[in-house]
């Protein structure tokens, strides 16, 4: 079992729709990404986190650290958000990231 | 403000042909520095990392190497491709203490032919 995961593996949605993308951990956190990955391969660092909730924009992501799972919310969809988003896991007991398989987002105009 | 530069952005190079990728950070000192790769429908892995000048731990065995002959300078390089070896090669930072964020380069897709 990977040791964090994600939850749609690909996602499809109509503009302006509600998105949410689901990330669950195993192991020992200190901090918990999600980065955005664009066709051209570039990744750009969305959020930080390790408790409570962060809002930028249109996005909206949470933790909940007894449950071990975040959630990375997009409202008012918009084809220009179609891309891979990763949830990434800083561990505890080493000075490493452990990235997530990646959901991919299309967004229909 | 700190920031991170990664080249090149793209690179094609031959099977058994050398690699030297280069990565800086500007606007701190003492970075840990990282390289990740993500294969192709794959998810990224982390090959090395420092924390210090000369300082390299590996986490993969494979037929690459990392250096970092400047606190600020982190550079990923082979002697001889595979075609393996292609993928798309990020490279990060963090700040030495606890708790600090990543910062992630902007990527090298890396095609050997």
């Known amino acids: 079992k990977n040791e964090v995961e994600q939850s749609p593996q690909n996602l499809t949605a109509q503009e302006g729709e509600f998105i949410t993308i689901n990330c669950s951990y195993s192991?020992?956190?200190?901090?918990l990404h999600w980065l955005q990955q664009h066709p051209g391969g570039g990744i750009v660092s969305l959020f930080m986190l390790s408790s409570g909730k962060k809002k930028h924009g249109r996005l909206i992501a949470t933790i909940n650290i007894q449950e071990k799972h975040s959630s990375l919310h997009i409202t008012a969809s918009h084809p220009r958000d179609s891309a891979v988003y990763i949830c990434?896991?800083?561990?505890?007991?080493?000075?490493?990231?452990?990235f997530g398989p990646g959901t991919s987002l299309s967004v229909i105009p | 403000s700190q920031t991170i530069h990664q080249w090149p952005a793209t690179l094609v190079q031959p099977v058994g042909s050398p690699l030297s990728l280069e990565c800086t950070v500007e606007?701190?000192?003492?970075?840990?520095l990282y390289w990740y790769r993500q294969a192709a429908g794959r998810g990224l892995q982390l090959l090395f990392y420092?924390?210090?000048?000369?300082?390299i731990s590996s986490e993969v065995p494979q037929n690459l190497s990392a250096s970092r002959p400047q606190d600020r300078q982190f550079i990923l390089s082979s002697k001889k491709l595979l075609l393996s070896d292609s993928g798309f090669y990020l490279c990060?930072?963090?700040?030495?203490?606890?708790?600090?964020?990543?910062?992630f380069g902007s990527g090298t897709r890396l095609t050997v032919v």
């Open positions: 420092s924390v210090g000048i000369g300082q």
């Open positions: 606007g701190t000192s003492n970075p840990n």
């Open positions: 990060a930072w963090r700040p030495g203490w606890v708790g600090a964020g990543y910062t």
């Open positions: 192991v020992g956190i200190s901090a």
């Open positions: 990434a896991a800083s561990k505890t007991s080493y000075d490493k990231v452990i």
